[in-house]
């Protein structure tokens, strides 16, 4: 049980990320910013998925 409800977990996970990122492509903040928060992501996704939610482009 416990292999099963972390896949599906970590399968929701990645899906906010992904939908985090698309939504940090579509901003329309400089392609510099882009680029950051995209690669905080990508690299930090906990860290990265807070500091988008508090700070990220509007």
Known sequence: MGIEV????????LLIVIW?????????ASPLVKVLWILILL???LLGLIAWLLLGPR
């Open 6 to 13: 972390t896949g599906i977990l970590g399968l929701i996970w």
């Open 20 to 28: 985090a990122i698309v939504r940090t492509a579509q901003s329309p």
């Open 43 to 45: 690299f930090l996704p």
